[in-house]
């Protein structure tokens, strides 16, 4: 959404707000896209926020939570209750409530995992297992399997009977134990005879992970050969779960990210709060060290000038400190802002004329 459309858009949302028009307000939100919406959440306050989310649908609200920044996600988290946001995560799919449920206080996740449905939170707390990092963290569970001696009509039809809102590429073929013996695209599937077996169309070439592998192999391996989709293993080569490529592409933003901050001096977590005390915690693992050195560099100085006390010669030994601290500020400053604003993090939105 172009800058002068947001604006226009923040603008007639302030005018239904105010009127208490919440049925047109409804009508303007079902007009936008998510992304569209979760940039503008990102800029509001607290009370406007709070308004906008009462207004979507569970399944809209779940989706703007989703696309908003990790410190503006926190404090929708303070702003609603536990019932509103079970209701929203209800909504998520697993993979993506595992994600969102690792950022919360652990009371908090507890009390909203304790209120979904037996069988998403069995599926929630089983990828909450993984590392955060590794396959299994990013995995969706949700996959379509069938035995080597089912029929293409069979599958089909299994398909057909499957509730996924996801878009699926493959049918994966197991043995009786769960355990993978391959993969069938979906166009042999659907132009092959509905009497075949799968388990005689299996792809040989079928490349998997295992669960304890690391994002950034993961990336690397679909960067590699092309991938859309691969299934992901447990160590016993039962079959977990699948990573797509829209999986991966966040995985890469993020892993490109901690590169950023690290090569800046700082790291990914300033992101996570709007607190200035949290964000100098962050910085001042690095700063120190560069204020402590440059501070006895300073010390030597003054000492040598100590028989020439004159103000201006004071002032010139502490300049290796000053410039110092406001370059490496500056640069950590400038890295947060561009990788914010590279990855949409940080809404380019000016509200002033």
């Not at 239904?16 to 569209?36: M, P, V, Y």
């Not at 949700?142 to 509730?163: G, H, L």
């Not at 994002?215 to 691969?230: G, P, T, Y």
């Not at 561009?338 to 509200?351: E, K």
Request: proline share 3%.
């Amino acid at each position: 959404m172009a800058k002068e459309d947001r604006k226009a858009l923040l603008e007639q949302i302030d005018l239904l707000l105010e009127a208490g028009d919440r049925e047109a307000l409804r009508r303007l939100l079902d007009e936008q896209r998510e992304s569209d919406i979760a940039e503008l959440v990102e800029i509001l306050d607290r009370d406007r926020q709070r308004l906008v989310l009462d207004t979507l649908a569970a399944s809209e609200a779940a989706r703007v939570v989703l696309k908003v920044s990790e410190a503006t996600r926190a404090r929708l988290f303070e702003l609603l209750g536990d019932h509103e946001l079970q209701n929203i995560f209800s909504e998520l799919s697993p993979d993506d409530a595992a994600d969102l449920l690792a950022e919360m206080p652990e009371e908090l996740a507890e009390n909203v995992i304790g209120g979904l449905h037996y069988a998403d939170a069995f599926q929630i707390r089983r990828l909450m297992r993984y590392s955060p990092d590794s396959a299994g963290g990013i995995m969706d569970p949700v996959v379509i399997s069938v035995p080597a001696d089912a029929t293409v009509a069979e599958t089909i039809n299994k398909i057909r009977a499957a509730k996924i809102d996801e878009d699926f590429y493959s049918v994966y073929v197991v043995d009786d134990n769960e355990r993978f013996l391959g993969e069938v695209r979906l166009r042999l599937l659907l132009t092959g005879d509905e009497t075949t077996r799968v388990g005689e169309l299996i792809d040989p070439d079928s490349i998997h992970v295992t669960t304890d592998m690391d994002q950034e192999e993961v990336r690397n391996l679909f960067s590699k050969n092309d991938l859309i989709v691969v299934p992901v293993l447990e160590p016993d080569h039962r079959l977990a779960g699948c990573i797509t490529a829209d999986r991966v592409i966040e995985v890469a933003e993020e892993e490109a990210a901690e590169d950023l901050y690290v090569m800046a001096g700082t790291n990914p977590d300033e992101l996570e709060s709007f607190s200035a005390l949290h964000a100098a915690r962050v910085r001042m693992t690095w700063l120190f060290p560069a204020l402590l050195g440059t501070g006895i560099t300073a010390t030597l100085l003054t000492a040598f000038k100590a028989h020439n006390p004159a103000i201006y010669v004071a002032a010139v030994a502490f300049v290796p400190m000053i410039a110092a601290i406001s370059g490496n500020a500056g640069l950590q400053t400038s890295a947060i802002v561009v990788s914010g604003l590279a990855t949409g993090h940080l809404a380019a939105l000016r509200l002033t004329t």
